[in-house]
Nanobody, 122 residues
Framework: QSQLVESGGGLVQPGGSLRLSCAAS????????IGWFRQAPGKEREGVSC????????YFANSVKGRFTISRDNVKNTVFLQMNSLKPEDSAIYYC???????????????YGQGTQVTVSS
């Protein structure tokens, strides 16, 4: 069974850091574009970051540029989202997703994980 599993969320103070992991089973992650999305209560889901399967190019939402980085470890079949200088407005459930199509936020994604909660609060 093909699936994505996120981990690494939690409670962190403003200005702190977290590293989220997105581990794949049943398929090879490097063959897919991997995106991270987030959804806060009462808000629409928004795209946060994506890493391209073809050339490793990375993309970020304006709200996280300069603070978040995305990387992949093909041996571990895992993609990471490093989040630094976290702000309360970064609080949300973070999901990773895999797409054959591309890194566009509105592109269709083949697989979604269940999500991991990130809470930024003092």
């Amino acid at each position: 069974q093909s699936q994505l599993v996120e981990s690494g969320g939690g409670l962190v103070q403003p200005g702190g850091s977290l590293r989220l992991s997105c581990a794949a089973s049943g398929f090879t992650l490097e063959n897919y574009n991997i995106g991270w999305f987030r959804q806060a209560p009462g808000k629409e889901r928004e795209g946060v970051s994506c890493i391209s399967s073809s050339d490793g190019r990375t993309y970020f939402a304006n709200s996280v540029k300069g603070r978040f980085t995305i990387s992949r470890d093909n041996v571990k079949n895992t993609v990471f989202l490093q989040m630094n200088s976290l702000k309360p407005e970064d609080s949300a459930i973070y999901y990773c997703a895999a797409s054959h199509y591309g890194c566009g936020w509105s592109d269709p994604y083949d697989y979604y994980g269940q999500g991991t909660q990130v809470t930024v609060s003092s």
